[in-house]
C-alpha cells in the first residue's frame, strides 16, 4: 500500500471518528442524564481531539510523491 493510499484510509477514519463524536454528543445531550451523560460526553471530547491529532498530521505531512 502507497503512502498516499494509507493517508486516505486514516483521513477516513478520522471523518468516521468526527460522525462518531458529532452522534454521541447528540444523543448524551438529547437522550442521557446523570453520570453517564457526562461520560458520554467525555467519550466524545476524546474522539473529536484524536480526530483532530489526526487530521493536522496529515495535513502537516504534505502531498506525497505519486508512483
Request: charged share 5%; glycine share 8%.
Amino acid at each position: 500500500m502507497s503512502q498516499a493510499m494509507f493517508n486516505m484510509w486514516v483521513s477516513f477514519f478520522a471523518l468516521a471518528l468526527m460522525f462518531v463524536s458529532a452522534g454521541t454528543a447528540i444523543f448524551s445531550r438529547t437522550k442521557l442524564t446523570g453520570w453517564f451523560q457526562k461520560v458520554m460526553l467525555s467519550f466524545s471530547f476524546v474522539c473529536l481531539i484524536v480526530a483532530g491529532i489526526i487530521v493536522f498530521f496529515i495535513v502537516l505531512g504534505g502531498p506525497t510523491a505519486t508512483v
